[in-house]
């Protein structure tokens, strides 16, 4: 047996937890490194998740505690681990969308149509680009049931399509709701602004000036170290190894921008770590997903994420941030400063997830 693997069973024991665990940490924010491991393993014996992997910037020593999967001869959550980030995602569109604004080829204030002009809304739309981003557009959700419920009308990658083209606004244009149907719109537009498909303007973009070497969209290969999401399809199966948790992700056929994106802890990091260091793009790029344009009632939106009540306690409201419904949880605070990223294997039926994963990130910044 390994030392490292010795480490992580002993760890596990010692909590009595029956997941092989964690790697034991050192150096610098070892202390709050150490907080975040006892509450991670608490929260796995406790069944809120299978695995966790938490991480934050100038930091050497993540956190990595339980299992890729239900099996009790899962693998152990590592760094080449790959979870589904599901609504994470959007954070990825919406930067693929900044590096296209600043090189001046998609206008943030120009109606969405003007890229995508087979809209139902053609050239009345006044629905911009950056209504789209903040959730402001007037748009609900997609239908959903359409997909899977009624396939000889409106199945697979073919429902997909004519709902894109076809959906109305269901609100007036400003008002707050947060809907899918907006990014799946905004990576049709990004892909029309960028001559490319969503998937290679993210890795031209994003991931490889990043060195974010293990992200991308679903379908991914199982290499041993994909997670399997332990959340039910509606039809009752478990979902296969990499097969994506989002419905409209899963039947679209394509990389869309509202879900789909499977990434590692490392890859992750360094994308937080670069919304905080501002090292890699121009200037604007981040004061673009940054600056909370939106703000009407308690919400408040940047180009991308959110600045409103979701952030983790003792967290500045310049912090933005997202969440994921698989388990996936990011903040990055430029105030603090502090950037830091939870993946995790969300248990089904398991209350109170999110206000589990912002304490992460609380104790991971020093709080208690």
């Known amino acids: 047996m390994k030392r490292r693997d010795f480490i992580r069973g002993a760890a596990f024991a010692a909590a009595g937890c029956l997941a092989p665990g964690c790697r034991l940490l050192s150096g610098r924010y070892a202390a709050e490194s150490e907080a975040v491991r006892r509450e991670a393993l608490r929260l796995v014996a406790d069944k809120l998740f299978l695995g966790i992997a938490v991480g934050r910037n100038e930091c050497s020593e993540p956190v990595y505690v339980g299992r890729t999967g239900p099996a009790d001869d899962a693998a152990s959550v590592d760094e080449l681990t790959r979870f589904d980030l599901a609504s994470l995602t959007k954070t990825i569109t919406a930067s693929v969308c900044a590096t296209l604004v600043t090189d001046g080829s998609l206008d943030p204030e120009a109606p969405f149509t003007e890229y995508f002009p087979e809209h139902v809304l053609g050239k009345s739309c006044q629905i911009t680009v950056r209504d789209l981003a903040t959730h402001s557009s007037g748009f609900g959700n997609f239908s959903g049931r359409r997909y899977c419920e009624d396939p000889l009308r409106h199945g697979g990658a073919a429902g997909f399509e004519v709902e894109l083209r076809e ?8 008002t707050y709701c947060y809907s899918c149907y907006n990014y799946a719109l905004l990576s049709t537009v990004a892909e029309r602004a ?3 498909s969503l998937d290679r ?3 031209e973009r994003v991931f490889g000036p990043l060195g974010m070497t ?20 509606k039809d009752g199966k478990l979902r296969k190894v990499g097969e994506v948790h989002d ?9 869309i921008g509202n879900a789909g ?18 090292r890699t793009f121009p200037a604007a790029h981040y004061d673009l997903l940054f600056n909370g344009t939106f703000r009407k009632g308690k919400a408040c939106r940047s180009f991308g994420f959110d600045l409103g009540e979701n952030r983790p306690e003792g967290f500045s409201s310049a912090a933005i941030h997202h969440s994921g419904f698989t388990g996936q949880f990011l903040c990055v605070d430029p105030e603090l400063p502090f950037a830091g990223v939870v993946l995790t294997l969300r248990c089904p039926g398991a209350e109170g997830t999110l206000t589990a994963r912002r304490r992460l990130l609380s104790l991971y910044a020093g709080g208690k």
């Not at 959906?167 to 400003?174: A, F, Y």
């Not at 419905?247 to 990389?255: L, S, T």
């Open 261 to 278: 994106v499977f990434s590692t802890l490392p890859d992750m990091t360094r994308f937080v770590e670069d919304l905080l260091e501002r």
């Open 194 to 196: 960028g001559g490319k």
């Open 247 to 255: 419905e409209v992700a899963r039947y679209a056929g394509r990389p």
């Open 167 to 174: 959906k109305r606004p269901e609100r007036p244009r400003g």
């Open 214 to 233: 293990r992200s991308g969209w679903w379908p991914v290969a199982d290499d041993g170290h994909v997670v399997e999401v332990p959340l039910r399809m």
């Open 201 to 203: 303007l993210a890795a």
